[in-house]
């Protein structure tokens, strides 16, 4: 057979992808379940990070997990903390490249802030992607909820330790990365501020669990 | 091929030193200089890369005789793409942190000159098993060169090595360690002292 014929190399070429292809669904198929549960730990990390609470293990993701609150389908979440309820919400909101998910919790009075934390985005890595950094996740710690919106700029430093003034410290080089930020935060305080939102919220922390 | 000396040795020594892929042969540099701020992500990185160069080259020395020589290059991408998916599957279920920190970074790897080029360069004209050794030895060259890049970057960046706080704690992190930029710096360096190294010993450079 003539091997640098095109019938040889089509079906060379077909076999071959074929196999390849293959075995990569047989190598997905296998693991699909641990990488499903590992998003699921990712997620209940990240909600718990944004109601201050850090974890180590898996294990202890899950076992603190256990004491929140929640009602997975509007994505909701409730907890006691040192004598104060902090409510949380997961957010899908539009970065530069595509999706940014992630957690924004807040006390029960809406506020303040007690955190934020980035589940997943697809931002330029050391530029936009530079919003998953401690400093910047950092800010929303302790701000005070202004009555208006809150505004992420660039200013000198890293971060804005003034936790009163409404501002955060955006990224220098990600001005449209840091305008979605802005606008996705001030899109959740409106949400939360939604009296069925709060609502659904009061009645998970007095016992309605979902 | 005849005029490329296939002994282990020889191989091994070529690989590590002699054309080293990245300071001779200044091959797979944007991952050199885009993992390399800590040493753990750098090592999964470069064990990512050579378990890929040593497969890939021994699976395409294996099927070598039924390529067709115009389409060898897109059969080995597909090999090499593979085996990075592999890679990447296997780094999602069991070590999704890292996962998470190397990013898009893994599956750039089908993009490292280093793998395309010793599936052509070696693998294509050589026998399976020392085709194996070649690739696992020029990741090993790849790998040697971005730890010792990563130490200086973790350690003057966060004043930690594989995480362990190493230098007092009143060090004050340089940032520019953890940026991109001070990785080219470090691999001009790499490459001034390495090539300062072989001309001492005469080699040819």
Known sequence: ?210 | MSDIDTRPGAILKNNLWTSNPIFMQVLGICSALAVTNLLTNTAIMAIGVTFVTGLSSLTVSLIKKWIPRKVRMIVQTLIIAFYVIIVDIALKAYLPEISRSLGPYVGLIITNCIIMGRAEAFAQSNDPLPSLWDGLTSGAGYMGVLMVIAVFRELLGFGTLFGYQILPANFVPWTIMVMPPSAFFLLGIVIWVGKSIMNREGAPA
Do not use: C, H
Request: no cysteine; charged share 25%.
């Open chain 1, 1 to 210: 057979m003539n091997k640098e014929g095109t019938i040889y190399t089509v079906v060379f070429i077909f076999l071959v992808s074929f196999l390849f292809v293959f075995l990569l669904s047989m190598t997905n198929q296998a693991t699909i379940e641990q990488v499903e549960l590992n998003n699921e730990i990712a997620r209940q990390r990240a909600v718990l990070t944004a109601m201050g609470i850090e974890t180590e293990s898996p294990d202890e993701v899950q076992q603190e997990f256990g004491n929140v609150r929640a009602d997975e389908n509007a994505g909701l979440f409730a907890r006691e903390i040192d004598g104060r309820t902090v409510y949380a919400r997961e957010f899908v909101g539009a970065g530069l490249w595509g999706a940014i998910t992630g957690v924004i919790a807040v006390t029960d009075d809406l506020s303040e802030f007690v955190g934020m934390e980035i589940v997943s985005d697809n931002e330029t890595p050391g530029l936009g992607g530079r919003i998953n950094e401690g400093w910047f996740k950092e800010q929303f710690r302790g701000e005070e909820i202004p009555t208006g919106p809150i505004t992420v700029t660039a200013l000198e430093g890293d971060g804005d330790p003034d936790r009163t003034n409404g501002i955060v410290d955006g990224i220098t080089g990600a001005t449209r990365t840091s305008d979605s930020m802005e606008s996705i935060v001030n899109q959740e305080i409106e949400t939360f501020r939604d009296p069925d939102v709060l609502e659904s919220l009061r009645n998970l922390t007095t016992g309605g669990n979902a």
